[in-house]
């Protein structure tokens, strides 16, 4: 938690000393093969680790997250074609917010699910699931990960799920219908888990507790990330390039 919050604020204590940012939040050593600031870029590399984990007999599978946007994107359908080719262990799943980056998703696509109704133009099956229940979304991801695991190859899982913000801090998401956001907000995987954990007998001073540790986890994380330098002069142009400098390429 304090190397992603000090990634975020560029700080040296960042998982990359702070000159990734939020693009290129990475911890190989953790099996984060990264977050990358082109749209769809990471399904082909996610293809090649799990490629590697079948080369390599290591049992690994990957699991590869991306927006609905990203369907419509070229590098879905290339790295969904080579890994069904090759029945690679890798689990695309689309996290399905209904928009784009400011345009719904359903302006745009031809088909009503868009990641899968596409599905079986790849032999794939079509797997929709409620992004916002966490039992659910774990069940499937299980049964995915086995499947994969087994040589059974690839699988393409559609997440519903809604952002309750705009794309970023300078999107007031005034393009959203009325009552749409509150609507959603019914649905929030938390207060939805919380509810039946209640019901399912868990005291609810079991679950405060729960909740008074994560939050004090995150303000610790946090303080202890400001309190950390902005990367140094000395270093802040290393490792930008593979030869480790930061000297221009014609």
């Given at each position: 938690?304090?190397g992603?919050l000090?990634?975020l604020?560029g700080r040296?204590c960042?998982l990359?000393g702070?000159?990734?940012?939020s693009?290129?939040?990475?911890?190989v050593?953790?099996?984060v093969?990264?977050s990358?600031?082109i749209?769809?870029a990471?399904?082909?590399?996610?293809?090649?680790?799990a490629?590697?984990?079948?080369?390599m007999?290591?049992?690994q599978?990957t699991f590869?997250?991306f927006?609905?946007?990203?369907t419509?994107i070229?590098?879905f359908?290339?790295?969904?074609?080579?890994?069904?080719?090759?029945k690679?262990p890798?689990i695309f799943v689309?996290?399905?917010?209904?928009?784009?980056?400011?345009t719904p998703i359903?302006e745009v696509?031809?088909?009503e699910?868009?990641?899968?109704?596409?599905?079986?133009?790849?032999?794939l099956?079509?797997i929709?699931?409620?992004?916002n229940?966490?039992?659910?979304?774990?069940?499937?991801?299980?049964?995915?990960?086995?499947?994969?695991?087994?040589g059974d190859?690839?699988?393409?899982?559609?997440?519903?799920?809604?952002?309750?913000?705009?794309h970023?801090?300078?999107?007031?998401a005034?393009?959203?219908?009325d009552?749409?956001?509150?609507?959603?907000l019914e649905?929030?995987p938390?207060?939805?888990?919380r509810?039946?954990l209640?019901?399912?007998?868990?005291h609810?001073?079991?679950?405060s507790?729960?909740e008074a540790?994560v939050?004090e986890?995150?303000?610790h994380?946090?303080?202890f990330?400001?309190?950390s330098s902005?990367?140094?002069?000395?270093?802040l142009?290393?490792?930008?390039?593979?030869d480790?400098?930061s000297s221009w390429?014609n």
């Open positions: 938690m304090e992603v000090g990634e604020m040296e960042g990359l702070g000159k990734g940012g693009m290129h939040l990475t911890d050593e953790k099996g093969m990264g990358y600031a749209i769809g990471h399904l082909p590399i996610a293809a090649g680790a490629w590697k984990a079948q080369y007999k290591t049992g599978v590869c997250f927006g609905d946007g990203t419509n070229g590098a359908h290339e790295a969904l074609n080579f890994a069904v080719v090759w690679l890798v689309c996290e399905n917010n209904l928009y784009m980056e400011y359903s696509t031809a088909v699910h868009p990641a899968a109704d596409r599905a079986g133009a790849y032999g099956e079509s929709i699931v409620d992004g229940d966490a039992d659910a979304v774990y069940r499937v991801a299980r049964d995915a990960a086995e499947r994969a695991r087994t190859g690839p699988s393409l899982i559609e997440a519903k799920t809604y952002r309750h913000s705009g970023s801090r300078a999107d007031p005034t393009y959203r219908p009552g749409e956001l509150e609507e959603w649905k929030d938390i207060k939805i888990y509810q039946r209640l019901e399912f007998g868990v609810e001073k079991v679950i507790d729960i540790s939050l986890a995150v303000d994380a946090t303080e990330a400001m309190k902005p990367p140094s002069a000395d270093v142009m290393t490792e930008v390039w593979a480790g400098g390429r």
